[in-house]
C-alpha cells in the first residue's frame, strides 16, 4: 500500500488557540501547533499534562472548549463537519489496543472496511491480508486478540487503522503498555511506516524514537507547549528549564 | 482434646443428627400412602403422551416466545436507557420500575381482562401464545433491560473509543462491537432469566385454558382434580426440573468459565 502523496501547501493538521476544561479543570491552556503533511511529530512530557487531551482532540474524541481545529484543511471543530467521514481518515492507536475481543484478527482489521468505507467483503480482506503483511503479522489473522502478546496486538491495532487507507495516523503512547522486550517490534513497524511519508503525531516516552523518527518534537506541561523544534536540538539543548527539568528525569 | 480432636468431633455430631433425621422421617412417613399419593404406578402412564406432547410443549412454547419478546424488547429498553435524549430514558425507567414493582401475575390478569376492556373488539393475535408472549415478555424485558444495560455498561469504554475512531457511527458501534461483547458478559444471568420465565409461564392458568392450550402445571392441577391424586401435579414438577436443572448447570459451567479466563 502506497502511502498517500503528502500536499505540503496545505497542513496535516492545525491547531489553533486550543483550550480545554474538564469541568473546572483546565487542561489545555492555549494551543497552537501544526503537522506537515509527511512529516512525524512526537509529543513529550510529563503525565497530566494534556498530550492525550490534545491528540483525542484531534480526531474529536475530546470534544474541545475552544479553538479551532483543520485536519488536511477541514475544520474539525465545525459543528456541520462529517465526523464519521473523517475518522475514516484519521487512524488512531492507543495505549491499551482496544482490539475488538469478539472479532478474530482478519475480523477486526475488515469491519469497519466495510461498515463504514463500504468496500466489498474481497477487497477489506485483501487490504486487511495486505496490512497484517506489513506488521509481519499475517500468519495470526485467524486469531483472537486475546490469544495474542501485547506487541502483536498493538501490530494489530496498528494495521487495523492503516487498513482504513488513512491520510493520518494518531498514536497515543503506543509502547507504554508493552514488556521491554516487545517495544522494538512496535517502534519498527512505525519507523516503517513514518519511512513511507505517513504523517504521524505521537505522543511517546520513547526519546530514541522520537530522535530518530521524528521530524519535530513538541514538548508540553500543564496544558501548554512549552518548546518545540529539532528533536535532537529539543533532547541535546533544551532552551527552557521545564524542559531541563523534565529531560534530566526521563533520559 | 486438640483442636482437631474437637473439629473432627463436631463433625461427627453434625453426621448423626441428620442420620437421627433420616431415620425419624423414614419411621414417620406412610411411604405406601406416599407412592400411592405422588408416585403412582397407575395414574403415570395414562399421563402420556399429553404430559410431553401437549404440557412440556406448551410451556417450552409459551417460554421460547415471551423470552424472545421480552429478549428484543429489553434490548430497545437498555438502548433507551442510555440514550443521550431524556423523554427516552424516562420512558425506559418507567417502564422497568413499573413492570419490575408488579407481580407477574396482575399483569396477566391486566392482560386477559384489561385488553378487551381498553380496545373494545381488538384481541390480541395468537390466543393464548399471544397473551403468554407479551405478557410474561413485558416482565421478562424489564428485568432483562436492567441486566443488558449492566452489560453494555461493562464493556470498557476503549472500545466504543476504537470504534469511532475508526468512523463508524454510533449505532453502528453498538451493534457491531458494544452490544455483541456486552451480550457475552450477561449470558449466565440472561440464561437465569430464562429458568424464571420458564416457571412464571404457568401463571397463565388465569387466562383460563383450553385442552390444547394446556401448560405443565395446567396440565397437573387439571389431572390431580380428575384422580383426586398428587402423581400428575408431581409429574408436572419432575418435567419443570427437566428444563430447568440443565439450564442452571450450563449457567455454572459458564460463571466457571469467566472466572477462569479472568
Ligand atoms: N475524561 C476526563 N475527565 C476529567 N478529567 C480528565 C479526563 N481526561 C483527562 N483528564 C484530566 O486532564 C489532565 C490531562 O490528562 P491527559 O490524559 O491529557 O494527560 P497526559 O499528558 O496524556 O498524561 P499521561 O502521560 O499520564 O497519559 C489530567 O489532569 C487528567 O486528570
Ligand atoms: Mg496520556
Known amino acids: 500500500m502506497s502511502a498517500p502523496i503528502p500536499d505540503p501547501s496545505v497542513p496535516a493538521i492545525d491547531v489553533q488557540d486550543l483550550h480545554k476544561y474538564f469541568g473546572e479543570n483546565q487542561v489545555l491552556r492555549g494551543i497552537d501547533f501544526h503537522v506537515d503533511a509527511g512529516s512525524v511529530v512526537c509529543v513529550i512530557g510529563p503525565s497530566g499534562s494534556g498530550k492525550s487531551t490534545l491528540l483525542r482532540c484531534v480526531n474529536r474524541l475530546e470534544e474541545p472548549t475552544s479553538g479551532k481545529i483543520f485536519v488536511e484543511g477541514v475544520e474539525v471543530t465545525d459543528p456541520d463537519v462529517n465526523l464519521d467521514e473523517l475518522r475514516s481518515r484519521i487512524g488512531m492507536v492507543f495505549q491499551s489496543f482496544n482490539l475488538f475481543p469478539h472479532l478474530t484478527v482478519l475480523n477486526n482489521l475488515t469491519i469497519a472496511q466495510q461498515k463504514v468505507k463500504k468496500r466489498s467483503k474481497d477487497e477489506a480482506v485483501e487490504v486487511a491480508r495486505r496490512t497484517l503483511e506489513k506488521v509481519g503479522l499475517a500468519h495470526r489473522e485467524d486469531a483472537y486478540p486475546a490469544h495474542l502478546s501485547g506487541g502483536q496486538q498493538q501490530r494489530i491495532a496498528i494495521a487495523r487503522a492503516l487498513s482504513m487507507s488513512p491520510d493520518l495516523m494518531l498514536f497515543d503512547e503506543p509502547t507504554s503498555a508493552l514488556d521491554p522486550e516487545l517495544v522494538g517490534d512496535v517502534l519498527d513497524v512505525m519507523r516503517n511506516l513514518a519511512s513511507e511519508g505517513m504523517t504521524m503525531m505521537v505522543v511517546t516516552h520513547e526519546m530514541g524514537f522520537a530522535r530518530e523518527v521524528g521530524d519535530n518534537l513538541v514538548f508540553m506541561d500543564g496544558g501548554v507547549i512549552v518548546e518545540e523544534g529539532d528533536p535532537a536540538e529539543v533532547l541535546g539543548n533544551p532552551q527552557h528549564e521545564r524542559t531541563q527539568s523534565f529531560l534530566s528525569k526521563v533520559l | ?262
Open chain 2, 1 to 262: 482434646m486438640s483442636r482437631r480432636q474437637r473439629a473432627q468431633a463436631g463433625r461427627l455430631v453434625q453426621y448423626a443428627i441428620l442420620a437421627v433425621a433420616v431415620v425419624v422421617i423414614a419411621l414417620v412417613a406412610d411411604w405406601t400412602t406416599l407412592r400411592t399419593q405422588f408416585f403412582n404406578s397407575q395414574i403415570l402412564p395414562s399421563l402420556f403422551p399429553e404430559l410431553i406432547t401437549t404440557a412440556l410443549k406448551n410451556t417450552i412454547l409459551y417460554t421460547a416466545c415471551a423470552f424472545a419478546f421480552g429478549l428484543a424488547l429489553g434490548l430497545v429498553l437498555a438502548l433507551m436507557r442510555l440514550s443521550s435524549i431524556g423523554p427516552y430514558r424516562w420512558i425506559s425507567t418507567t417502564f422497568v420500575e413499573f413492570f419490575r414493582g408488579v407481580p407477574a401475575l396482575i399483569v396477566f390478569i391486566g392482560f386477559y381482562y384489561g385488553l378487551p376492556v381498553a380496545f373494545p373488539g381488538r384481541v390480541l393475535p395468537g390466543g393464548t401464545l399471544g397473551v403468554v408472549t407479551v405478557a410474561l415478555g413485558l416482565v421478562g424485558a424489564a428485568y432483562m433491560a436492567e441486566t443488558i444495560r449492566a452489560g453494555i455498561q461493562a464493556v470498557p469504554k476503549g472500545q466504543m473509543e476504537a470504534a469511532r475512531s475508526l468512523g463508524m457511527t454510533h449505532s453502528r458501534a453498538m451493534i457491531s462491537i458494544v452490544v455483541p461483547q456486552a451480550f457475552r458478559i450477561i449470558l449466565p444471568p440472561l440464561t437465569n432469566e430464562l429458568i424464571l420465565l420458564t416457571k412464571d409461564s404457568s401463571l397463565v392458568y388465569v387466562v383460563g385454558l383450553g385442552l390444547a392450550d394446556s401448560e405443565l402445571t395446567d396440565f397437573g392441577r387439571r389431572n390431580l382434580s380428575q384422580y383426586v391424586n398428587l402423581t400428575p401435579l408431581f409429574a408436572a414438577a419432575l418435567c419443570y426440573l427437566l428444563i430447568t436443572v440443565p439450564l442452571s448447570i450450563v449457567v455454572r459451567r459458564m460463571e466457571a468459565r469467566s472466572e477462569k479466563a479472568r
